[in-house]
């Protein structure tokens, strides 16, 4: 079992960036896909993107693509996303989650996910 922390939201303006960080403890994330969702209020939880075990394959939603960047620190334990040129439509509660039966490709189903962060709210004005 693991426990995740996500810590790195905040409130900025549109075309600003900040980076998340999720914190792995009991087990090494090396044992896991991550991936990072979000959900806006009123809305279903959605994928943002993903890293496979090694991170050597990343997958993203095609509305981040080329904008975020997700990363694993695998000796850190820690992994992060960068989010550069944010949208008020970026405006959610992130997520972080580990999934411990992808062996290659990173998963993008929700369900997939085992283990999940509390979340981290992030918050761009126009």
């Known amino acids: 079992q693991v426990l995740l922390v996500e810590s790195g939201g905040g409130s900025v303006q549109a075309g600003g960036s900040l980076r998340l960080s999720c914190l792995a403890s009991g087990r090494t994330v090396s044992s896991y896909g991550m991936g990072w969702f979000r959900q806006a209020p009123g809305k279903e939880r959605e994928f943002v993107a993903a890293?496979?075990?090694?991170?050597?394959?990343?997958n993203y939603a095609d509305s981040v693509k080329d904008r975020f960047t997700i990363s694993r620190h695998n000796s850190k334990n820690t992994v992060y996303l960068e989010m550069n040129s944010l949208k008020p439509e970026d405006t959610a509660v992130y997520y972080c989650a580990a999934d411990s039966k992808s062996t290659w490709a990173p998963a993008r189903a929700v369900g997939l996910y085992e283990y999940w962060g509390q979340g981290t709210q992030v918050t761009v004005s126009s």
């Open positions: 890293a496979s075990r090694s991170g050597g394959m990343t």
